[in-house]
């Protein structure tokens, strides 16, 4: 089965049209590549509550896989990880170590990353950067865990 995913960009400039989202369209891309089913696509401005509200309707809409890219860089308008981990559940925070180790093999600035992964109600939300292909290359370092997170994520709790 396809994962039912959503795609979220963060931009300030490009929310007001001030230039063309690429991120996401290159993260819609890459997720139909793997198979998953977008079903969603968000485009908001670098404010945490526009963020939250974003994750928020996608998860509503029948997203288990949320992609955001944009927003988890050094500069002071980034608020995608304080967004995310002020309504996650619980950081996966392997993911982020994974996507800096492997990015670092191709630009130095990849130290300077912020990305993450996190659990929003039974969603996983994985923060990618902004840059098209910094965000398909992220992805595709962890590509390999997403669907047994996900299907975990899906199951119904049992009690002992």
Known sequence: MAIQTGVITISDRAS???YDDLGGPALKEAATGYGWSVIAEKLVPDEKSEIQRGIQELINKGCALILT???TGVALRDVTP???REIAVRELPG???IMR???MKITKNAILSRNLAAVVQRSLVICLPGKP???VECLSFVVGAIPHCVEVLSEVPTSC
Do not use: H
Request: charged share 20%; hydrophobic share 35%.
């Open 16 to 18: 007001k049209g001030l």
């Open 69 to 71: 890219t944009g927003g």
């Open 82 to 84: 304080e967004a995310v």
């Open 95 to 97: 993911f982020g170590e």
């Open 101 to 103: 180790i492997e990015s």
């Open 133 to 135: 292909s910094g965000a």
